[in-house]
């Protein structure tokens, strides 16, 4: 069992283009998030899903948009890439919602230039 | 929003206890979570809280306090291997989880 797989594993890439981090979990978890995480900040959550189909926005979703077209894949991507968002994107999932533990996937790290 | 607190750093010595503290203002409140993190690599579930007390598992424990937006992380006969970041996590009252910047522990031999 996998758990959960995020790729690519890091990326370098030019300010203005677009990006689609991918993550994948077998775990049949209903729950999907994405994090980024920064030097002295934390976790911060971009966005989420509750379940298939449904999607919400967290703390700092300006930039990024999400998919969820089914229960096992839920891509975040950048449509047009800026130097801030130069950080480690973390994916994890939940059984049923936030109140569950989430389990993580191995992050992706992303440097805009 | 939510502001949740810890110590940037820690040091101890391999065999000592470390408290690490955690507190919370947040807009309603249905839980806290711990979370452990080594250097380059995903967080880890150490430990959930959403009643007041203590949670004993193994050399982890992890306390609550609702009243005073409270919680600690209690970690006994420290070893080399939990030189971590540690994570408090707290779900608010709109059901999203935040987080804490982390607390470094270091454990010295």
């Known amino acids: 069992i996998a758990g959960i797989t995020q790729a690519p594993t890091s990326q370098i890439l030019a300010a203005g283009r677009r990006m689609t981090l991918r993550c994948t979990q077998d775990?049949?978890?209903?729950?999907m998030y994405w994090y980024r995480q920064d030097l002295g900040l934390g976790l911060r959550l971009i966005h989420y899903?509750?379940?298939?189909?449904?999607?919400g926005k967290g703390e700092v979703p300006d930039g990024y948009s999400v998919s969820r077209a089914n229960t096992d894949d839920f891509p975040l991507t950048l449509a047009s890439a800026v130097p801030s968002q130069t950080s480690v994107y973390f994916c994890?999932?939940?059984?049923?919602?936030?109140?569950?533990?989430?389990?993580f996937g191995p992050g992706t790290r992303l440097t805009v230039l | 929003g939510q502001n949740i607190d810890q110590p940037t750093e820690m040091t101890a010595t391999e065999g000592a206890i470390v408290q690490i503290n955690c507190t919370y203002q947040?807009?309603?409140?249905?839980?806290l979570f711990w979370y452990q993190q080594h250097a380059g690599e995903a967080p880890t579930f150490l430990s959930y809280?959403?009643?007041?007390g203590l949670e004993e598992k193994g050399r982890f424990s992890s306390f609550l306090s609702r009243s005073k937006g409270y919680s600690y992380l209690l970690l006994k006969e420290l070893q080399m291997k939990d030189s971590a970041s540690y994570l408090c996590?707290?779900?608010?009252?709109?059901?999203?989880?935040?987080f804490g910047a982390g607390t470094t522990v270091t454990v010295r031999a």
């Open positions: 994890a999932s939940s059984d049923q919602g936030p109140t569950d533990t989430q389990y």
């Open positions: 947040t807009s309603g409140f249905n839980g």
């Open positions: 899903s509750n379940t298939a189909g449904t999607t």
């Open positions: 809280n959403v009643l007041d």
């Open positions: 996590a707290v779900i608010g009252g709109d059901y999203k989880l935040s």
């Open positions: 775990m049949r978890h209903n729950a």
